[in-house]
């Protein structure tokens, strides 16, 4: 099975959920200003991004790629997380939304992280790459 990990991360808090989702699921790790593949040639795939302006996905990088793909997420499985530094992580749930609008299956929740990830919260993307990978 092929798995993608693709993230943007401005302070380092995602970028190291991230590591920690593809090592869960032995995935390939991409910045999203690295990745230059085509989603269609994997099988599931993790999106990392943390929650920008009113609870939004980072506008020059992050959202234009996630616009770009989402007509290629029907019916694949995905996996959501980022972190936070203010409200209450709600951009997650709108994004998780937003992918199931698309026909994507959402692996869980979303894990959300406020401020930078503890070991809990690392766990956590382990798991949820675990989960991804089965």
């Known amino acids: 099975m092929k798995i993608a990990v693709i993230y943007w991360s401005g302070t380092g808090n995602t970028e190291q959920m991230a590591k920690a989702v593809a090592e869960g699921a032995e995935a390939e790790l991409f910045s ?5 593949g085509n989603v269609e040639e994997y099988d599931r795939l993790a999106f990392g991004c943390p929650a920008m302006g009113a609870e939004e996905l980072e506008e020059s990088q992050f959202e234009p ?10 019916g694949k499985a995905i996996a959501l997380f980022g972190s936070y530094g203010w409200g209450g992580g709600e951009w997650i749930t709108g994004w998780k939304e937003r992918a199931e609008n ?33």
């Open 32 to 36: 999203v200003s690295d990745f230059n």
């Open 65 to 74: 790629f996630f616009a770009s793909i989402e007509h290629k997420l029907n």
């Open 102 to 134: 698309d026909g994507a299956v959402v692996i869980g929740e979303g894990v959300t992280s406020l401020e930078a990830p503890d070991e809990e919260v690392l766990d956590r993307c382990r798991k949820l790459g675990e989960e991804l990978a089965k």
